[in-house]
């Protein structure tokens, strides 16, 4: 058991080791082509239509993003495709009823099986875990380039959805 | 009484803390380096947890990592070998607190800890378990480390000599 004093210079050398990388991190930062600005944008944010987006979201450039309200009047119209972007084992353990998997992470693995179930004009809404996960948006600009034209993103997700006590489904 | 002496030596055994040093280090050096090389994907990881405010996340991105790398080499030489384990067994307690949270959320996210693979790691309560062992071996060369093949105890022979 190291003695008082003993715990003072521990201490003081922890600390000199927390600066020296720290300083390092910093320096290498600067002169690293792969460096980053120590201040970046990373909060949530609040679109036009008062629903709560990412960070990286665009407003105008990437497409719609809805409200659970919204969402909500889709899925009982009973038209809109329901594309879940989240791995099929968060799937599997609970989705929106009727939701599609389609993995944002194994897009090319499952896109030839899904894709030819949806047409390019019909009404698609993705959502993933909850706002702070981005698969539904990365999904979406997918889809929008693929020549996908009538994209919504629900950006409250499973987790909105499965808070609201609405349809849901477990297995495949 | 004698088996709990045994134990005892054998869990503070000078040799058993040098290879728990040997470990610990390399794994925080491994685990460091990946996310030296991508920082900003390491940020995004950083920001999935969802505890820091958005104006530190960058700047813990850059830092931590190297504050690993630091650690992790220090202490696999055995220089500030007390501050190193204990910088470390530090930096354990803030990522099984960090993961507790979000398990306690229900939120299954990417650890970010060897890997800055967004496919990476999903393993939740496996990961704590994989902590605490590290954390045990943190502690224990924190207090039971003699000095026993370092480099600060070479040099300050080579001085007494």
Request: with cysteine.
């Amino acid at each position: 058991m190291p003695t008082r004093p003993a715990l003072t210079r521990i201490l003081l050398k922890t600390l000199l080791l927390i600066f020296l990388g720290s300083a390092i991190g910093i320096l290498y930062n600067v002169f690293s082509p792969s460096g980053i600005t120590l201040k970046g944008s990373w909060s949530s944010k609040i679109t036009s239509d008062s629903v709560v987006v990412p960070y990286s979201y665009k407003e105008g450039n990437d497409p719609p993003a809805i409200s659970l309200d919204y969402a909500q009047m889709k899925f009982q119209s009973a038209k809109t495709i329901f594309l879940d972007a989240r791995l099929p084992a968060d799937f599997k353990e609970g989705h929106i009823q009727g939701a599609i998997n389609l993995p944002h992470e194994e897009f090319d693995q499952h896109a030839s099986s899904v894709l030819p179930k949806i047409p390019t004009s019909g009404e698609i809404i993705t959502y993933c875990d909850g706002t702070e996960c981005e698969a539904s948006l990365l999904l979406a600009r997918e889809l929008q380039e693929l020549g996908y034209k009538n994209i919504k993103i629900f950006f409250g997700g499973w987790a909105e959805w499965q808070g609201a006590g609405l349809a849901i489904k477990t297995g495949e | 009484m004698k088996i709990f002496k045994l134990f005892g030596q054998i869990v503070t055994d000078k040799r058993l803390m040098l290879v728990f040093r040997l470990v610990l280090g390399f794994i925080f050096v491994y685990a460091s380096l990946d996310k030296i090389a991508h920082p900003e994907q390491f940020a995004r990881i950083v920001y999935n947890y969802k505890i820091l405010p958005p104006l530190l996340i960058n700047i813990y991105a850059v830092t931590l990592p190297w504050v690993e790398f630091f650690a992790g080499l220090f202490l696999i030489f055995g220089v500030f070998t007390e501050s190193a384990s204990f910088l470390i067994s530090f930096m354990l307690v803030i990522f099984v607190i960090a993961i507790s949270i979000n398990l306690y959320r229900g939120v299954n996210l990417n650890c970010g800890c060897f890997s800055t693979n967004p496919a990476g790691q999903k393993e939740g309560a496996k990961l704590l378990i994989k902590d605490f062992v590290f954390l045990y071996m943190g502690i224990t060369v924190f207090f039971f480390n003699r000095g026993f093949a370092t480099l600060s105890t070479l040099f300050s022979k080579k001085i007494t000599n």
